[in-house]
T-cell receptor, first 112, second 111 residues
Framework: GENVEQHPSTLSVQEGDSAVIKCTYS??????FPWYKQELGKGPQLIID?????GEKKDQRIAVTLNKTAKHFSLHITETQPEDSAVYFC???????????FGAGTILRVKS | DTEVTQTPKHLVMGMTNKKSLKCEQH?????MYWYKQKAKKPPELMFV???????INESVPSRFSPECPNSSLLNLHLHALQPEDSALYLC??????????FGSGTQLSVL
């Protein structure tokens, strides 16, 4: 089955700096890759996703890149703000959403 | 309305109790999910309902019993749980084979 590895496990950045979180997956059949943000006491919130026929997708300060050959994808957050502090999970799925496999998560701390 | 509503938010139960978790969505989604999340871990899939029929059961113990009464509601019936079942239980919904939207979860403590 699918296995998703996520790095780093914790990331501290200064407000205004960029943050990058990387994930690798094992199943070449996976073709959908969402990113979720989870704040304390809340459920995961979908922040951006990408399909395998696209190499990059951007939404304001957030971007995701996908390298299918290398089986890795990354989340890029620019101009970080204190409210970006949360746990971020990457995920992969061979179908568009039905059976997501999550990475272990990254705790992002943005220091002001 | 893009919200998945879960009740209760917190639940404490003994090992001999029977309780139910409830989930509701009004986005017209036809797939609904139960996930379990332990502290500092990612969510783990338990069950998937598609068009009100159980389509995936990830070998979950029978003390967890899901129910989908209609396309907007999803229940998780709990009976004879163990302390290790204490976790955050998340409900999610989606159009079939589309993006998942999660509720805020029920924090369950089994004493």
């Amino acid at each position: 089955g699918e296995n998703v590895e996520q790095h780093p496990s914790t990331l501290s950045v200064q407000e205004g700096d960029s943050a990058v979180i990387k994930c690798t997956y094992s199943d070449s059949a996976s073709n959908y890759f969402p990113w979720y943000k989870q704040e304390l006491g809340k459920g995961p919130q979908l922040i951006i996703d990408i399909r395998s026929n696209v190499g990059e997708k951007k939404d304001q300060r957030i971007a995701v890149t996908l390298n299918k050959t290398a089986k890795h994808f990354s989340l890029h957050i620019t101009e970080t703000q204190p409210e970006d502090s949360a746990v971020y999970f990457c995920a992969a799925s061979p179908l568009y959403g039905n059976k997501l496999v999550f990475g272990a998560g990254t705790i992002l701390r943005v220091k002001s | 309305d893009t919200e998945v509503t879960q009740t209760p938010k917190h639940l404490v139960m003994g090992m001999t109790n029977k309780k139910s978790l409830k989930c509701e969505q009004h986005m017209g989604h036809r797939a609904m999910y139960w996930y379990k999340q332990k502290a500092k871990k990612p969510p783990e899939l338990m069950f998937v309902y598609s068009y009100e029929k159980l389509s995936i059961n990830e070998s979950v113990p029978s003390r967890f019993s899901p129910e989908c009464p209609n396309s907007s509601l999803l229940n998780l019936h709990l009976h004879a749980l163990q302390p290790e079942d204490s976790a955050l239980y998340l409900c999610a919904s989606s159009q079939v084979l589309e993006k998942l939207f999660f509720g805020s979860g029920t924090q369950l403590s089994v004493l």
